[in-house]
């Protein structure tokens, strides 16, 4: 599949067949993880492989209680470690951290995921990305140490669904040239 058809074709999935995930496919997500570019090459993103029903289970209910998203087989945790960025020691952080390098890690992080989400798309695999959680109850359900931040869950599995396109504004909408101009 071109990158293209991947990203066209990409949605937002909440509906899964009981088709457990291959590890070789997993092995493909998480390899196109670790080859997405991160700002000075410092590659914060660490990813929690969960298969776990019970874990599952537990995401799901941390998660606003999102029910549905037990019914994919594999969630990863996207997980932005600033020790990557603040060797030294990194604070406990979490939705109101004004730390700059903390903002960098979630960049770089959301590009990790974004690489899955699409990688996952070519693979014939759907997947939905979730974030509605706190970090103080998504790091105890993970174990997730303080000075690290959750990016995201992507729910992932074999689509039993197939979602049509959402609107989108048009580049008129969005683009600016040279500088902002309104």
């Not at 996207?78 to 990194?90: E, F, K, N, S």
């Not at 970090?135 to 174990?143: N, S, Y």
């Not at 931040?149 to 992932?156: E, P, S």
Request: proline share 5%; charged share 30%; aromatic share 6%.
């Amino acid at each position: 599949m071109e990158v293209r058809k991947a990203i066209e074709q990409r949605r937002s999935v909440r509906r899964y067949k009981d088709i457990p995930v291959e590890d070789e496919k997993l092995d493909l997500l998480l390899e196109s993880a670790r080859l997405a570019p991160t700002g000075s090459n410092t590659q914060s993103g660490r990813f929690i492989v969960i298969r776990d029903e019970a874990m599952r289970e537990a995401v799901a209910r941390t998660s606003h209680d999102q029910k549905w998203m037990t019914q994919a087989p594999l969630f990863i945790a996207c997980v932005a470690d600033l020790l990557a960025r603040i060797p030294d020691g990194a604070p406990a952080v979490d939705e109101q951290s004004p730390l700059f390098e903390l903002k960098q890690c979630i960049r770089d992080v959301s590009i990790q995921a974004e690489h899955i989400v699409l990688q996952a798309e070519e693979l014939g695999l759907s997947s939905c990305w979730i974030a509605w959680y706190t970090q103080e109850e998504i790091r105890r359900v993970l174990a997730v140490p303080q000075d690290k931040y959750v990016v995201g869950i992507l729910v992932i599995g074999y689509g039993n669904e197939t979602p049509g396109p959402r609107p989108r504004k048009s580049l008129d909408e969005i683009v600016h040239h040279e500088k902002w101009q309104d």
